[in-house]
């Protein structure tokens, strides 16, 4: 472990904002900088069981409220939280981090997890030096969606997606993730395609990291 936090930037934004394709495109760079991410197109081989643990939690726990509590749901969604804060660990150099733990965390809040522990731990781990913030209108991310045909059970509030559901789910998603960061540096990137929003995240990674 390092002896002094790490030196990383947090990419965050609401479901569809378009993190994974601006990720993707700064994975082609020339010189790519490390980019950490539980999505499974940037794990490495000994991690995929996270991917498949976050597949089965949406699939199983997340859709069968019923069957799980809340405090169940949050425990499983650790996982992919603590894969994120051990590749940051990692004495590799200054990072790019997908969400870190401040999306997972909202996303608790909104599944009624009462505040815990838990919380507070994710809380004490390593500050980022800035929070890059993809602002998508929530309109755009609806069509992203395909009309809710692309959501999961994490992403809209109901049994069924409908437009309704996933605007309010998202414009709280928002508020949430906005309170657990309003004592972070925040550059907003508002919507734009890929190359453009790649574009912009890398000069803000540039004046950040170097």
Not at 79 to 86: C, K, S
Not at 100 to 111: D, G, I, Q, S, T
Request: hydrophobic share 40%.
């Amino acid at each position: 472990m390092p002896l002094q936090d790490p030196a990383f930037c947090v990419l965050l934004g609401p479901d569809l904002a378009g993190k994974s394709s601006a990720m993707t495109a700064l994975r082609q760079d020339p010189e790519p900088r490390r980019l950490i991410s539980a999505d499974d197109a940037f794990l490495a081989p000994e991690h995929a069981l996270i991917g498949r643990l976050r597949r089965e939690v949406v699939r199983d726990v997340a859709a069968r409220e019923a069957a799980w509590s809340p405090e169940f749901l949050a425990a499983m969604l650790q996982t992919a939280v603590l894969h994120l804060r051990d590749r940051l660990l990692e004495d590799d150099g200054p990072a790019l981090v997908d969400s870190y733990y401040y999306k997972p965390l909202a996303k608790c809040r909104l599944a009624g997890v009462p505040e815990n522990p838990m919380f507070t731990w994710w809380r004490s781990f390593p500050r980022p030096r800035r929070v890059i913030y993809l602002d998508a209108r929530p309109e755009t991310a609806w069509r992203r969606s395909r009309q809710g045909a692309r959501l999961n059970r994490l992403e809209h509030y109901g049994e069924v997606p409908d437009r309704d559901g996933f605007l309010r789910y998202q414009a709280d998603l928002r508020k949430v993730m906005r309170e657990e960061i309003r004592d972070l540096p925040v550059t907003v990137i508002e919507e734009a395609g890929p190359e453009r929003t790649a574009a912009a995240i890398r000069k803000v990674l540039a004046h950040e990291l170097g």
